[in-house]
């Protein structure tokens, strides 16, 4: 089930390169696959500040 609805994440993109964002319920964040960034949703409230990102892990 997912955490944001989809309206919602289809208007969000990417702080850094504006793209599209995939959200990864099981890691409760969403992930940038361009910058291979990922930003945390707490409590169903996407953090999208670049100083919160965190790399992606290969």
Do not use: K
């Not at 361009?34 to 949703?41: D, G, M, T």
């Amino acid at each position: 089930m997912s955490a944001i609805p989809a309206q919602l994440l289809q208007l969000l993109v990417c702080p850094q390169c504006r793209g599209a964002l995939v959200e990864n319920t099981a890691e409760s964040r969403l992930e940038c696959p361009s910058c291979q960034l990922a930003y945390p949703v707490r409590d169903g409230i996407p953090i999208m500040l670049r100083d919160e990102a965190v790399p992606l892990r290969r």
